[in-house]
């Protein structure tokens, strides 16, 4: 008998593999129990679903210069990174209030991506952006809130905002378009319209809903879990791309 192999048999018949593979199991679903608790605050904060948007002031690049995002009217021909110059077909905005003294909820605090968080002079300045919205990094659109780090990406307090105010806008597709120099997706669906969207609609008919233009990585809570999950056991399973993604940006927030 083979005393080296590595599926010696057990008293009862099972495998050496099959018992690591249970245990491994096992582990998995403890991990899953574990990252579902710690996102239940998450769940709870995103219980009113806004669709991604910029904040107030971010400079959006268009043919003629990069303007403030509630300067910008339907019509406006935007530069994007995969399907040329194209035209706003739908701007809408939402605005957040808060009671004096009172901290902004998580649900509407927006993520800051520090000056040159994500390259050189890039974005080229903070840029505020929903939690939800997604940038657009080696070949495939990642939530904003997947790549907090502490340091040059962070949730922001708002403390210094009286009002937070966002802004979205829609092209004929779904694209990545360039936001403080960074490059950003713009609205998929447009949301319902009882959503407390202010909207300026061009006439003619809009497209609900696009496909999207590159891979998403991860969107949603259920999505986090995934991704948070597969994190954890990244020794495991081996680096995923989000990994690498949130590696090189961390490194680089320490030249930072």
């Given at each position: 008998?083979?005393q080296n192999r590595?599926?010696?048999?057990t008293?009862?018949?099972?495998t050496?593999r099959?018992?690591?593979t249970?245990h491994?199991k096992?582990?998995v679903g403890?991990?899953?129990?574990?990252v579902?608790a710690?996102?239940?605050?998450v769940t709870s904060?995103?219980?009113v679903?806004?669709?991604p948007?910029?904040?107030?002031?971010?400079?959006?690049?268009?043919?003629?210069?990069?303007?403030?995002?509630?300067?910008l009217?339907?019509?406006?021909?935007l530069?994007?990174?995969?399907?040329?110059?194209q035209?706003?077909?739908w701007i809408g905005s939402?605005?957040?209030?808060?009671?004096?003294?009172?901290?902004w909820p998580?649900?509407?605090r927006?993520?800051?991506?520090?000056?040159?968080?994500?390259?050189?002079?890039?974005?080229g300045?903070?840029?505020?952006?929903?939690?939800?919205?997604?940038?657009?990094i080696d070949?495939?659109?990642?939530?904003?809130?997947?790549l907090?780090?502490?340091?040059?990406?962070?949730?922001?307090?708002?403390?210094r905002f009286?009002?937070?105010?966002y802004?979205h806008?829609k092209?004929p597709?779904?694209?990545v378009i360039?936001a403080?120099?960074?490059?950003?997706e713009t609205?998929r669906?447009?949301?319902?319209?009882a959503?407390g969207?202010?909207?300026n609609?061009?006439?003619?008919?809009?497209?609900?809903?696009?496909?999207t233009?590159?891979?998403?990585?991860y969107?949603?809570?259920?999505?986090?879990?995934?991704?948070?999950?597969?994190?954890?056991?990244s020794p495991?399973?081996?680096?995923?791309?989000?990994?690498?993604?949130r590696?090189?940006?961390?490194?680089?927030?320490v030249a930072?």
């Open positions: 008998m083979n590595d599926e010696t048999d008293p009862a018949g099972t050496r099959t018992l690591i249970s491994a096992a582990m403890i991990a899953a129990g574990v579902a710690s996102l239940a605050r904060a995103h219980a679903v806004r669709p948007c910029y904040l107030k002031g971010t400079r959006i690049r268009t043919v003629d210069g990069d303007r403030a995002i509630e300067e009217s339907v019509g406006d021909l530069p994007t990174a995969l399907a040329g110059v035209p706003i077909e939402w605005r957040h209030s808060k009671a004096a003294g009172r901290s998580d649900s509407a927006p993520v800051r991506i520090a000056k040159s968080a994500l390259g050189p002079n890039v974005p300045a903070d840029l505020y952006v929903t939690q939800g919205h997604a940038l657009y070949g495939v659109l990642v939530t904003a809130g997947s907090i780090n502490g340091t040059s990406i962070v949730l922001d307090a708002g403390e009286a009002e937070l105010e802004y806008i092209l597709g779904h694209a360039f403080e120099g960074a490059a950003c609205l669906q447009l949301p319902a319209p959503s969207y202010d909207t609609v061009r006439s003619g008919a809009v497209s609900r809903q696009d496909e233009c590159a891979p998403v990585l969107s949603g809570t259920s999505g986090e879990i995934r991704a948070r999950l597969r994190s954890m056991l495991m399973l081996g680096p995923q791309k989000l990994d690498l993604i590696a090189r940006l961390a490194e680089a927030a930072l």
